[in-house]
């Protein structure tokens, strides 16, 4: 494992280009590309002002920096670095700006959701929808871009409209039975829409592309519903993981339940391993690791920590949430597959340290890492089943079926780890914090 | 018991003033009715003395005896006189009497004691029986006590049910008030929602008029040229048929995905029928050949045989292909069937072991240890036997097909190696062969770069021998402007042998036409003329080597 030096970073945007050989950084206003191996800068562009969000095209060839103050998007080149490209909202204001799927739009939503507008780049034409719904998954692309979702609210009711992506032709418009539609996410074969309501009503309806109701899912009454919600890269699974601290599993034949996973504090399953950060002495030398790292450079200032396993029962740290707010703080907020669609990662959000890997062939708790501090984000590896968690401090935890190592990252000061990102070969990491990212390379013989 | 009669004794005569009592031994006699009382209820032996004195006097033993008489005669004993009517006493009925009476007296005092006995185990039963009840008494009121307690506990707990049984419904109710108020909330919530989001979608409008009203020059697309598509294709307008072309490729999209879960499924569906087969299979080969199916089936009829035959038909291999709900379930029926057979038998065969276990056997059914073993190890002699003769078979086998013999098998088998070892030579050969081609025609090359050379070394000897004469001529005509001459002719003579050179290099192309040798024995004269001649024919030969050698590379190269 190797670690680069760290760069500047602003805003945690920091993404690798969709074929692997380019990563984009943002520092302030300047868009920072280098290439993925050697980090050397390839291109320096500078925007007009302090960038909110950048976007690779599918084909990599274009970037895009939206910056939502000023309501501008700049589009840069990478083939030609002379190229530029502004759209301007102007009064209009900018929310949100995302690419289609063909790398040759640009889908900017403006203020208020009042409209959204259908920039070309390739030809001088303008498209406006109406009345897009302003909530969290407004627009859904399916995998293969071919078809592109989007919520629409008139009249106090919601709609879905379905475009295609080639010549943004209105394919189906057909209305939902939500009361507040909350999200809506495609499944990875294109052939399904999930669509959920707000969390005051635990409701899950799934949609085909033809604009056919396949199925209503609806678990309870009343308590807070749906939380989030993942699609396993074969389309078998739907995980929805709600309020009630239960992710409850549907699957593709007859969108009914199959099971429930139950996050209780306690862990009584004998067969359940429970990896438990501890903090390991900084005098000790022989480093006890379940996969010792290779000999990095310890800074003085920050312990090492190490995996144990723990014996079960165990009992977790639990953070009872505060009643009175709005949005608590309980129930399943993260939720990932594994790409080679065996496991599932969840996160309970008032167990906030503790990372949940469950076992989808057999359907059972498999693994639970417990962490010393809360976890920021985990993301799986896009070829391999190796999960990677940050938790805020300057370690990076990686998990596999064969064990899970903790590594520091030699740096100097404080860097803390707040997102990270899989390069798309599996091979390489970006670890971002607040003000600075750095890349770690894996080698493939070691943590398998 | 203290009842004791008082006997007055009755007055024997006026006359006598000795008159007296009897009194009770223990008690005093209530007042007599004369003055004169004896007294003393135990009377001791002196008192009885005096006692017995007092009754009988000198006085009056005439009629203390008739007295004495009439009183045993009273008792029922004979009379003490002799006669009915004498004076004189009978001694032996007085000692009779007196024995008797002696008699009466000690069988009396038994009784007393008996009594006395009785009396004193009767009081001490009566104390028992007193202290028995007092205690029963206690006893009794303390289980009084106690189920006044315990009435009033039950009584409490009871009280208690009922109040958590009102809690109970009262949280209930309130449950269900309070999900009526949420309900009503919520719909209240939805309602004044549905207003806000009406008047916010008014403001939208408005404010969407207005920004497009204004007709903001600002907002607007700045690019510095136009970008080709991804595809590389042209933008189309967009159509019907465009229209008709997206929901198709939609609607085939949707049909891929079916058909591809839809050969999933019926693989699934197969393999699992497969297994259930397997299964049947197993199961039917596990089941012991049982004697009771003819009689079952006799009873049952045509219904089981008819399911008999369909299950044969079931086993057939290509209703594995049909789907169809009867044929599914005649299936898993089956399997559940005979499955259930399988258990009993499986439960039959515990309580036989459970039954050897306890010692009672059963000869027909259990067979004893020592033929288990015997039978397990002529069990394995056999296999022993069958895999020495499966070892000695293979080493025949291969003896045969290592040495030749007559039997047609053999020499079929023998056949088939010779026709593969055939088949690689033949290979072989054609590989062969086309080294040969190659060799051949390296060959030739070689030889015609000798050819070349020979021509070359033959023109060149002609050169030499020419440029020999001349230098002769030269040396004996111009003696004084030989080194001039020789210089001028050696660049001459170069420049001629150049030229001839050129000439014979011409004169190679046609290896055919030169072939008018020159005069090889001259350049022998001159040691010189040998040195340099020689130094260019080595100059030469490696040029002239260099060519094959380049060739050999060539044809190596096309040999590669």
């Known amino acids: 494992m190797n670690f680069s030096e760290l760069f500047k970073l602003s805003g945690l945007l920091g993404k690798f280009s969709p074929d692997g050989k380019r990563l984009a950084s943002c520092v302030q206003y300047r868009l920072v590309i280098r290439d993925v191996n050697t980090l050397q800068i390839l291109q320096l562009y500078t925007c007009l002002d302090q960038i909110q969000y950048i976007e690779w095209s599918s084909d990599s060839l274009f970037i895009l920096c939206a910056m939502y103050k000023r309501g501008i998007v700049q589009v840069w080149s990478l083939e030609q670095p002379d190229w530029h490209c502004k759209i301007d909202e102007g009064s209009a204001g900018l929310v949100a700006s995302c690419w289609s799927p063909d790398g040759r739009h640009i889908l900017n939503t403006t203020e208020f959701h009042l409209r959204i507008t259908v920039w070309s780049l390739c030809t001088k034409s303008v498209s406006y929808i109406k009345y897009p719904k302003a909530c969290q998954q407004g627009i859904a692309f399916t995998k293969d871009g071919r078809y592109m979702a989007l919520a629409e609210r008139r009249d106090c009711k919601d709609f879905i409209s379905l475009f295609v992506c080639s010549d943004w032709q209105l394919l ?135 995996y144990d396993i723990s014996q079960v029962p165990v009992s977790l740290q639990y953070v009872k949430p505060i009643a009175d707010r709005a949005n608590p703080k309980i129930g399943i907020g993260m939720l990932a597959f594994s790409t080679d669609n065996c496991f599932l990662a969840t996160r309970n959000d008032n167990i906030p340290n503790a990372v949940w890997i469950w076992d989808i062939q057999k359907l059972k708790l498999f693994v639970v890492l417990e962490q010393l501090c809360a976890i920021q984000s985990f993301q799986w590896d896009p070829r391999q089943p190796r999960l990677a968690i940050c938790t805020g401090n300057s370690k990076v935890y990686l998990w596999s079926p064969a064990g899970c190592v903790s590594v520091q990252v030699p740096m100097e000061g404080d860097f803390q780890i707040l997102s990270l990102c899989w390069h798309s070969s599996g091979d390489s990491v970006a670890l971002l914090s607040k003000d600075n990212f750095c890349v770690c390379y894996l080698e493939r013989e070691e943590v398998k | 018991m203290g009842d004791w009669k008082t006997v007055t004794v009755p007055v024997l005569s006026s006359d006598s003033k000795n008159i007296f009592q009897y009194t009770s031994e223990k008690k005093m006699s209530p007042p007599s009715l004369n003055t004169q009382v004896l007294r003393l209820p135990l ?47 009978n001694l032996i009925s007085v000692i009779n009497c007196m024995n008797e009476l002696l008699v009466l007296q000690h069988k009396n005092l038994r009784a007393q004691e008996e009594v006395e006995m009785q009396h004193l185990k009767l009081g001490s039963d009566m104390d028992h029986l007193q202290n028995c009840y007092a205690k029963l008494k206690e006893q009794l009121e303390l289980s009084k006590r106690e189920i006044v307690g315990l009435q009033e506990r039950d009584r409490q707990l009871q009280s208690k049910n009922r109040s958590l049984h009102q809690l109970l419904k009262n949280e209930k109710d309130e449950v269900q008030k309070l999900q009526n108020i949420i309900s009503s909330r919520a719909t209240q919530y939805n309602h004044d929602m549905k207003r806000k989001e009406r008047e916010y979608n008014k403001l939208k409008e408005r404010l969407h008029q207005l920004v497009m009203n204004k007709k903001d020059k600002k907002i607007a697309m700045d690019v510095l040229n136009y970008v080709g598509r991804a595809d590389g294709k042209r933008g189309a307008w967009r159509t019907d048929k465009t229209e008709a072309r997206n929901e198709e490729e939609m609607y085939k999209a949707l049909l891929n995905d079916y058909e591809q879960r839809q050969k999933q499924l019926l693989m699934e569906n197969a393999e699992l029928k497969k297994v259930l087969q397997q299964m049947k299979k197993e199961i039917i080969s596990l089941l012991p050949p049982q004697k009771q199916k003819p009689k079952e089936r006799s009873e049952d009829g045509p219904v089981l045989s008819d399911l008999e035959e369909d299950t044969g038909e079931l086993n057939k ?132 770069a000798a050819i070349r050379l020979g021509l070359e070394r033959k023109a060149f000897e002609e050169d030499r021998g020419a440029w020999l004469k001349q230098q ?86 096309e040999t590669e």
Not at chain 2, 76 to 87: L, M, N, R, V, W
Not at chain 2, 492 to 508: F, H, I, P, V, Y
Not at chain 2, 522 to 527: A, G, N, V
């Open chain 1, 172 to 306: 189906r418009h057909f209305d939902t039975e939500t009361q507040d539609l909350f999200g809506i996410e495609w499944a990875p074969n294109g052939c399904v829409l999930a669509v959920w309501d707000t969390c005051l009503e635990y409701k899950i309806l799934l949609y085909s592309l033809d604009g056919r109701l396949l199925s209503t899912y609806r678990a309870y009454e009343w308590s807070l519903g749906i939380k989030s919600i993942a699609w396993s890269p074969s389309s078998q699974f739907l995980a929805i993981g709600s309020y009630d601290e239960k992710v409850r599993i549907l699957n593709h034949v007859t969108w009914k339940k199959i099971t429930e996973f139950e996050h209780p504090a306690t862990i009584t399953n004998p067969k359940t391993i429970v990896y438990k950060e501890v903090e390991k002495s900084p005098s000790v030398d022989a480093e006890r690791l379940s996969f010792p790292p290779r000999a990095l450079a310890s800074s003085l200032f920050s312990t090492q920590s190490k």
């Open chain 2, 43 to 89: 009377p001791s032996s002196k008192s009885m003395h005096t006692f017995f004195s007092a009754f009988c006097t000198e006085e009056n033993i005439e009629q203390s005896i008739s007295y004495l008489n009439r009183e045993l005669t009273t008792l029922g004993f004979p009379s003490i006189y002799a006669e009915s009517k004498g004076k004189e006493l």
């Open chain 2, 317 to 448: 291999e290509n209703m594995w292909e049909l789907s169809c709900e009867t044929v599914r379930e005649q299936l898993t029926n089956s399997i559940r069937k005979q499955w259930r057979m399988l258990k009993n038998h499986v439960e039959k065969l515990d309580n036989q072991v459970s039954r050897v276990h306890s010692g009672a056997l059963n000869d027909k059914d259990v067979i004893s240890r020592e033929d288990h073993e015997l039978e397990t190890e002529k069990l394995e002699l056999e296999i022993q036997q069958c895999k020495e003769m499966i070892k000695t078979q293979q080493q025949l086998l291969q003896q045969q097909l290592m040495s030749p013999c007559d039997d047609d098998t053999t020499l079929l088998l023998q056949d088939c190696y010779l026709l593969e070892e055939r088949e690689r030579l033949q290979e072989e050969w054609r590989l062969f062969r086309e080294q040969k081609k190659n060799f051949e025609k390296e060959r030739r090359n070689f030889t015609e």
């Open chain 2, 472 to 557: 002769f001529l030269s040396m004996t005509t111009d003696y004084k402007h030989s080194e001039n001459m020789t210089t001028a002719s050696a660049f001459l003579g170069s420049s001629d042998q150049d030229n001839r050179l050129m000439n014979s290099t011409s004169q190679q192309r046609k290896p055919h036409c030169t072939l008018s040798i020159p005069i090889p024995a001259e350049p022998c004269q001159t040691s010189q003329c040998i040195s340099h001649n020689s130094s260019d024919a080595a100059s030469k030969k490696p040029a002239g080597d260099k060519k094959p050698n380049q060739w050999e590379e060539s044809d190596k190269e």
